[in-house]
């Protein structure tokens, strides 16, 4: 073979290497970002929802002590359309962006704040019928279903702003070394 064949071979495979390689390295830059903008997004929600926790077991509270004083009023709540969780409902297939962890402990507080609508929904609906105990327990079990949300989210709305604002880093064995030596030369 003569030299300039060898060459082209050579400049060829140097090419297709590298456009391979850029390829995996675009498509893992646009999975982070789309994963910091999805634990931005879900920690605004979150942080929205936290602010409202202090009303929410007072109210809780206040219905439990106005049934232990007899002074029970009788309709407490008006009936209302469930609310939604418009940027985890948009985004519960992309889940796995988060990584496995944050994944888990997003659908575990999502789940006790739909537990808690529910519950409080059925509240809205149905207490002039309820007896004082059957009120007092699904009140209850409200606060208790805010209050799992509550004690898990506050610690995920920092793991998710943390995700949010981490650089990006190539998911490749050597990735961490290009990490570790980019930090000194810059």
């Given at each position: 073979m003569s030299d300039g064949v060898i060459v082209a071979l050579i400049a060829g495979s140097v090419a297709i290497c590298v456009a391979y390689?850029?390829?995996?390295?675009?498509?893992?830059?646009?999975?982070?970002?789309?994963?910091?903008?999805?634990a931005a997004s879900l920690a605004g929600e979150l942080a929205a929802y936290e602010l409202a926790l202090p009303m929410i077991v007072a109210m809780l509270n206040g219905i439990v002590s106005n049934i232990d004083s007899g002074q029970r009023k009788a309709t407490f709540l008006r009936p209302f359309e469930r609310p939604r969780d418009r940027v985890f409902e948009d985004v519960v297939g992309?889940?796995?962006?988060?990584?496995?962890?944050?994944s888990e402990d997003v659908v575990f507080v999502y789940s006790n704040i739909g537990a808690f609508r529910i519950a409080m929904e059925i509240i809205a609906r149905d207490?002039?019928?309820?007896?004082?105990?059957?009120?007092?327990l699904r009140c209850a079990a409200c606060k208790e279903a805010v209050e799992r949300a509550a004690a898990r989210g506050a610690d995920l709305i920092i793991k998710l702003r943390t995700r949010a604002h981490q650089p990006f880093v190539p998911e490749w064995p050597w990735a961490a070394w290009l990490a570790l030596f980019s930090r000194y030369t810059l």
């Open positions: 390689l850029n390829s995996f390295l675009a498509e893992s830059l646009r999975r982070f970002r789309d994963g910091s903008a999805l992309k889940l796995g962006l988060l990584g496995v962890l944050l207490e002039k019928e309820m007896t004082d105990e059957e009120l007092r």
